[in-house]
């Protein structure tokens, strides 16, 4: 079992940043894992927005490429998504998810339902 926690959120104006975390507890955290972000906004689907497989093999949806950085921090086994330039469709509900072994679902392959481990989530709001 793999217990998720993200913190960070809240409400900034268009052109700020953001910092998001997510702790990972439960088994051993190590690079046998595949990390990653997801956002679902309002009356939308989710959203892969970025995943981080092995030591520092990043993918990023387009619409955040540029502008989001994600990393993982394996002695405090936390991962993060720096978010700078912050635009309004960026407003959604963020979820860490992860899933052991090779990135599949959690790189958006395939139904995202079936990503194994979620975090609770966290709001970000950008406002104009």
């Known amino acids: 079992q793999v217990q998720l926690m993200e913190s960070g959120g809240g409400s900034v104006q268009a052109g700020g940043s953001l910092t998001l975390s997510c702790a990972v507890s439960g088994q051993t955290y190590s690079s046998s894992y595949c990390l990653g972000w997801f956002r679902q906004a309002p009356g939308k689907e989710r959203e892969e927005v970025a995943h981080i497989e092995g030591v520092e093999y990043t993918t990023y949806a387009n619409s955040v490429k540029g502008r989001f950085t994600i990393s993982k921090d394996n002695g405090k086994n936390t991962l993060y998504l720096q978010m700078n330039s912050l635009k309004p469709e960026d407003t959604a509900m963020y979820y860490c998810?992860?899933?052991?072994?090779?990135?599949?679902?959690?790189?958006?392959?395939?139904?995202?339902?079936?990503?194994?481990?979620w975090g609770q989530g966290t709001q970000v709001t950008v406002s104009s």
């Open positions: 998810a992860a899933e052991v072994g090779e990135c599949t679902v959690v790189a958006g392959l395939g139904d995202s339902s079936l990503v194994p481990y």
